[in-house]
């Protein structure tokens, strides 16, 4: 019989005189008796992430043409890039925005992230699904929120502009879209280094902070005391992760992105590489559990930036292909939109890879995982809202059964964050509001 392992433990040597750690999965000797929790009783938690794209997908090529589970379906041309990984995907075609299009590539956004129409002059009005997920599985890492990254930020034309995360009506998690920037905060948070000793005195200064401000809520009225608990919320985040920095058990070292990925880019352009390096580093802050909730914009909505690297030239996405506005004529508009489909879920494919080939329990992290994806607009060039691009992958622990092409024609596509926000043990029994309002769940994905 093996002996308990803590959770933290790590394998620790000498490499050419320097010393390193190296982080263990999940093994059977950290959990209890039943496999479903740890030693000491923590639950075993799957991990969620929202991966979203701009600009939508045409129909014709991402629904694929049989239904069913297994070998019953084939993938479709535009999920063609995600072949390796059918057997954690779940693709849900036929569902539709309920929600009126009353603000072009904002109302339908906001639907699947919320379950409600946008705001008027801003930008949700409720609370996006993964912080009603972190809400439930996520405080006591060192990104309550969690970690929210992003590819391109180039603008949406206003749209929702770069943010897919919101805690409430304008108050978005801005994606970091920087990854050197998020290596360094993860190499400080992985327990690898000593602490900064000045975090001990910011920590003091914060707590002092908090204790004033809690103290200025009498003296506000409704408007500015909702700023102020917004604020507050900021300096309890930056706390947790001061706290996390100085406890830090040692998880190992993050690959650097500078050293693999010399040639990525600018921070803010698109290429394989910038999605190769945050995926290895939201891989390693989920193996390590510092953040069990993320958010990954490979383009915003509405987004105007080139797709360069897939061959379609220094123009805008939306307007040449997106709309198929291009000069060269529309079929090769159409064409050239197929082929920008299917390089954003290349960017999709670089997450998936380190996902599955990453140890967790007894399988992989994506055995582990929900990954969550979806666009802002279904087909673009007539800004249709229905057959919207649904796709989940992972198997959430073994909640989800996986391998599946599930079709429900002019059904409401609140259902599918619903249904995964459930997944997670949420009490909520109705998700959204006025046409996107659901109460019923998808049994379909279900194991």
């Given at each position: ?9 790590v394998?620790?040597?000498?490499l ?6 190296v982080?263990?999965?999940?093994l ?30 045409d129909?014709?090529q991402?629904v694929?043409?049989a ?7 084939s ?15 779940s693709v ?16 339908a956004?906001?639907?699947?992230l ?8 801003g930008d949700?009005?409720?609370?996006s699904?993964?912080q009603?997920i972190a809400?439930?599985?996520n ?33 978005p ?13 993860l ?6 280094q ?10 003091n ?12 809520q009498?003296?506000l ?10 604020h507050?919320?900021g ?5 947790t992760?001061i ?11 993050p ?16 290429s394989?590489?910038r ?6 580093l939201?891989?390693f802050?989920c193996?390590c ?15 105007h930036?080139?797709y360069t ?5 220094n123009?805008?996405?939306?307007e040449d292909?997106?709309h198929?506005?291009?000069p060269m ?6 064409g050239g ?6 390089y954003a879920m ?16 007894t ?5 582990n ?5 979806t666009s ?5 060039w ?18 989800l059964?996986?391998?599946?092409h599930?079709r429900?024609p002019g059904?409401?596509?609140s ?33």
């Open positions: 019989m093996s002996r308990p392992l803590p959770r933290r433990t394998l620790r040597g000498m050419a005189g320097v010393a390193v750690a982080p263990l999965p999940r059977a000797a950290m959990l209890d008796g039943n496999g479903t929790a740890y030693a000491d009783q923590t639950p075993l938690l799957p991990r969620y992430l929202t991966w979203f794209f701009g600009n939508g997908a129909p014709t991402w694929p043409q239904v069913g589970y297994g070998a019953e379906w993938l479709s041309p535009s999920l063609t890039p995600l072949a390796e990984f059918k057997p954690w995907l849900l075609s036929g569902y539709e925005v309920k929600i009126p299009a009353l603000y072009a590539h904002k109302s956004p906001a639907a699947v919320t379950g409600a129409q946008a705001a008027m002059n949700v009005t409720a609370p699904i993964d009603k809400a439930l599985i405080k006591d890492t060192a990104f309550p929120s969690g970690v929210h990254v992003g590819i391109s930020n180039v603008t949406g034309a206003g749209a929702l502009d770069f943010n897919i995360s919101f805690n409430g009506p304008n108050a998690n801005p994606p970091n879209y920087s990854p050197a920037d998020l290596f360094a905060t190499l400080t948070l992985s327990g690898a000593e602490p900064d000793p000045s975090l001990f005195r910011r920590k200064i914060l707590d002092v902070v908090a204790e004033e401000a809690k103290a200025l009498h003296q009225g409704a408007e500015d005391r909702v700023r102020l608990d917004r507050l919320e300096i309890a985040e930056l706390q992760q706290d996390a920095t100085i406890t830090a058990a040692d998880c190992g070292t690959i650097d992105p500078d050293v693999a990925y010399p040639n990525r880019g600018e921070d803010g352009s698109i394989l590489d999605c190769r390096a945050f995926a290895d939201l891989a802050a193996a559990e510092l953040t069990r909730v993320a958010s990954f914009v490979f383009s915003c909505a509405a987004c930036a080139p690297e897939a061959g379609l030239g123009v805008t996405f939306h292909f997106g198929r506005l291009s004529g529309i079929d090769y508009a159409t939109f197929h082929t920008g489909v299917a290349s960017g999709l494919a670089e997450l998936l890879k380190r996902f599955r080939d990453t140890p967790d329990v399988g992989n992290l994506l055995d995982a929900v990954i969550y994806t802002c607009v279904g087909q673009p007539d800004h249709r809202m229905d057959d919207f691009p649904l796709l989940v992958a992972g198997k959430a622990g073994g909640l059964r996986g391998d599946l599930h429900a059904d409401n596509a259902k599918v964050p619903f249904s995964l926000l459930k997944l997670f043990g949420s009490p909520e029994t109705l998700f959204g509001a006025a046409e996107g309002l659901v109460s019923e769940t998808i049994p379909e994905l279900l194991a």
